[in-house]
């Protein structure tokens, strides 16, 4: 066993892998079938914002679905690999490069964290439509966030008390 409980490790990768399906979809119906996405309609779906509808092909034929001819989605799948690969180095990794690991791990997951205001901004007022899927990646990357974000604090916890108790 490693650093980290099954629920733990669990927690740290599954939004990942949700993240990844989600993409995968993305990527071989739209990319590669050329089709819409399940659950998404050619004319919209009103949603709860007023001008703003469900429309996941004006998001994914946007000019603003790409950077430099690559395709948002396989980023993303990139972004959620790298994420899944992180934690599970954290979790077997010795003490001496675990806190590092820790690290690189938040800094990966503020870093997804940090993209998502500008696509929503892309999404809600430039396009005034929503992908499902764009929003289930939006989704799991702040699910994830807020799961290491209370790891760190309890884990800190745990460490302080520990700290203390020697002294």
Known sequence: MGRLTLKWLGLFIAFSVVGIFSSGVVLYTYYYL????????????????????????????SPYAEVADVPLDVLAIFWFIINII?????????????????????????????????????????LHALCLYCTIMHSMIIA??????????LN????????????
Do not use: Q
């Open 34 to 61: 050329h089709n819409a996405p399940p659950l998404c309609t050619l004319n919209g779906e009103p949603t709860p914002f007023p001008g703003v509808t469900v429309n996941c092909i004006r998001v994914l034929s």
């Open 86 to 126: 992180m934690a599970i180095a954290y979790d077997k990794s010795g003490e001496k490069v675990a806190h590092g690991l820790f690290r690189a791990l938040m800094y990966w997951r503020f870093l997804g964290l940090a993209i998502i205001p500008y696509l929503l901004y892309v999404e809600f007022a430039i």
């Open 156 to 167: 800190r916890r745990v460490n302080a008390k520990s700290v203390t108790t020697v002294n």
């Open 144 to 153: 994830d966030f807020i799961v290491i974000t209370v790891y760190a604090y």
